[in-house]
């Protein structure tokens, strides 16, 4: 016979202005089993949970019902006073009578009927609980970092120093990412890649840390602690090994002339190259699609000249299989191009380009060596008009967001502009500014008052091309919506950021969930940035959302620290809310019929076949096996099995059925 | 079928195969399983258009099973039923030899499994005319009528199980109506209970039934049960794709492909 505690908590008055709880109390004292009964006003505090742990003990309860708030928030507390007196935690159950029910109905008589329903339900789910206990998993302490930025940078050398090993991929041939594409960065106007490049190297030199560069994740499988990756190593055809990095190959490549991603467009690359100079590692690789020998079977130029004999045309893509324990996404972010805006010429004005090409036009490792010159002529711009909101906050152009990096970095261009071309004009066409952050504010207002920068509120409908000149045309809101055309020799867009091509695929291979713009979703906006819905798998970066530089390190540290957290026990702890194929007597064995579509059904992998032998070793039945350290307890298999062969620990069939039927059945 | 007794006598003479799962003539003027073990026996196997029951429903029964490997005279539905039964690991190439009946009634041997695959996969599984005009009509009906429609019908029902023994697909050595801790669906033939089965076994047939009617041509009350799985099939066809039986494994309800239309969760 049961012995089931009811606790009714009044959570303050957030149940008890709406239902009658010391009613409740007193309806669920009567029903067969139950041995004891109260109401209190908060079963949470210390005193409440004593009185759990004193019905426990002086009463001899079998099982608990705490009837009070989302089992969400207390379910652990109050499992733990059952645990402290005695009763197997999983002996507790909680109806939650604050979320479902007070909060959401008046007070009323048929508020204090659900909230007894809610009880008996419960009170009968009680009775068919078993004890369980928890699951241990061992943890792999090495972690995988999607990303070779900054984000993915920083995040490797923080789990690096802590003592664990770090497995770093990077889909370009050289880490950096964005931040090594840029000239200065705000607000203090220091040099990206004087501050980037010491991390790279460090990041290449770390003992902890392993790098492979043109690598992708291939597919991913496990959970956290244990995870294990596939990554292809995509060919970069030089054995690394023997490449010294002396650059006679790419020097003397024939093919020239293919636009550089690093520069933006702006510059030519050669089909073997090493993305810019800083590259880390500094080595080769031939792009296939350009070079001649994969389009035409002959060239071997770089073969010829290679001192090391390093080239290896018949390399191919490698794929690694390695297990890590946490995983850290930071697979960054891409902007708009030109040819996303009809109204700004379709990209077909070779003068109007994006804030990113801006940044290597500043650089002075770009193609202009750091003069700012116009991509069509190579003339220096007397005029030129930066575009705020190119895109982004345009619900029409489905970007609805800010990009938020924009505001800041148009200040800082058009600040180089003047300190590099004096006597030059500098236009911005902005909807608001918005530089919240340490010294962003003050470094706007440098451009503008210091710099001469020539800020008009309003947005640009048209730009056209006329005598040589682009003819921007808008509207100053400021002065009465009043028309502005400006005669611009060269116009930047900062055009929106926008998730990386392929965040869907990969979000799909990792099992986490995006937005509606493609970026990876966190698992709380405000007290969970950095995590996803997935346990061990962490976001760092703009693949969650536009972030700036400060802000990209500040959540890979973040990311970092989590890792480490994880990394810092030897075995994670599981709820054995997990589903089990029964097994019978002999002959029967389970009632499985070993049809496998469970197999197929299961979102995580967690099912296998399982060979019953006989004690000669000859296989009677094959049944299907729940795998408890990979298996979520999503119940998917439980709803598929015909046979009705699984149940999920906790809320089995039984316990399924009792609760509708104690909801039925008459009272 | 003279091809056919003489294949069988072969098979069991040389001992490739322990049994032959045939058609024999029965009382008056219906066909019946015939299970040959002896070559002797083999003259008596016959094929006609009479012969519309589904064999393949006893491919998975122990006794028939424990023989030895099997052959089976197979019509294109049987065909299309051990396909889906080897999908689900209850048959293979060691323990079942198929001999295809094609649609033309001609004797078509195969070496495995995966030859039968190929040659089910040349026709498309198609609902009848008669049977498609039937589920128009009930989809046209508003819930109410349509309700009230199988309430009347599955109300004579007195749950023999007929359609359950006839069904090759119905091979689970425990079914969910007898599976009894907690006893999901009532044992007696209730109203309620007679529909709560026979959605289940619509459910449970979504994405592997091949649409041979062997449950309503099993039926003593000839209550058109085999309309809802019929529907199931279109409704699958519709969200997930076309169904055909395969031994790839890609079963149409257990797995997800990026091109599901899903339509209903929008």
Known sequence: MSKIGVFVCHCGENISATVDCAKVAETAGTYDGVAFSVDYKYMCSDPGQNIIKNAIKEKGLTGVVVASCSPRMHEPTFRKACAEAGLNPFMCEMANLREHCSWVHEKNEATTEKAIDLVRILVEKVKYNHSLNEIKVPVTKTALVIGGGIAGIQASLDIANTGHKVILIERDPSIGGHMSQLSETFPTLDCSQCILTPRMVEVAQHPNITLYTYAELESLEGFIGNFKAKIRRKSKSIDEKLCTGCGQCTTKCPVKKIPSEFNEGLGKRTAIYVPFPQAVPNKPVIDRGNCTYYIKGKCKVCEIVCPTGAIRFDQEDQIMEVEVGAIVVATGFTVKQPDFFPEYGYGKYADVITGLQFERLASASGPTLGEIRRPSDGKIPEKIVFLACAGSRDPAKGIPYCSKICCMYIAKHAMLYQHKVHGGKSYVFYMDIRAGGKQYEEFVRRAIEDDGVNYIRGRVSKIYEKNGKLIVSGADTLLNAMPVEIEADMVVLATAGVANEGAEELAQKMHISYDPYKFFAEAHPKLKPVETNTAGIFLAGACQAPRDIPESVAMASGAAVKVAGLFSQDELTREPIIAVVNRQAPPVYSSCVGCFLCVSACPYQAIEKEEIKNRNGEVIKLVAKVNPGLCQGCGTCVAFCRTKSIDIQGYTHEQMYTEVMALLNEY | ?266
């Open chain 2, 1 to 266: 079928m003279v091809d056919l007794i003489k294949r069988a006598k072969e098979l069991l003479e040389s001992s490739a195969v322990k049994v032959v799962i045939g058609y024999e003539q029965g009382t008056g003027n219906k066909t019946r399983a015939l299970f040959v073990e002896k070559t002797e026996d083999a003259d008596k196997l016959i094929f006609d258009s009479r012969c519309i029951q589904n064999l393949a429903a006893y491919v998975t029964k122990k006794e028939v099973k424990e023989k030895g490997k099997m052959a089976i005279a197979a019509t294109l539905p049987v065909m299309r039923s051990i396909i889906q039964l080897a999908s689900e690991f209850q048959v293979n190439d060691n323990n079942l030899l198929v001999l295809g009946i094609t649609p033309e009634s001609n004797l078509i041997e195969f070496a495995n499994l995966v030859e039968v695959e190929t040659f089910v996969h040349q026709y498309q599984i198609e609902i009848d005319a008669r049977n498609k005009e039937m589920l128009d009509k009930l989809a046209k009906m508003t819930s109410a009528e349509r309700w009230k429609f199988w309430v009347d019908e599955l109300a004579p029902c007195f749950k023999c199980y007929a359609c359950r023994a006839a069904c090759p697909m119905c091979y689970c050595s425990r079914c969910t109506v007898d599976f009894n801790q907690p006893q999901w669906i009532p044992v007696p033939s209730t109203e309620l209970g007679n529909l709560e089965w026979h959605i289940m076994r619509a459910m449970h047939l979504t994405g592997r039934c091949i649409d041979c009617d062997a449950c309503y041509n099993a039926c003593p009350l000839s209550i058109p049960i085999n309309l809802l799985t019929k529907r199931m099939l279109v409704d699958a066809k519709e969200h997930f794709g076309n169904y055909q039986p395969s031994l790839k494994g890609d079963n149409l309800m257990s797995t997800y492909k990026p091109d599901d239309k899903e339509n209903f969760i929008q």
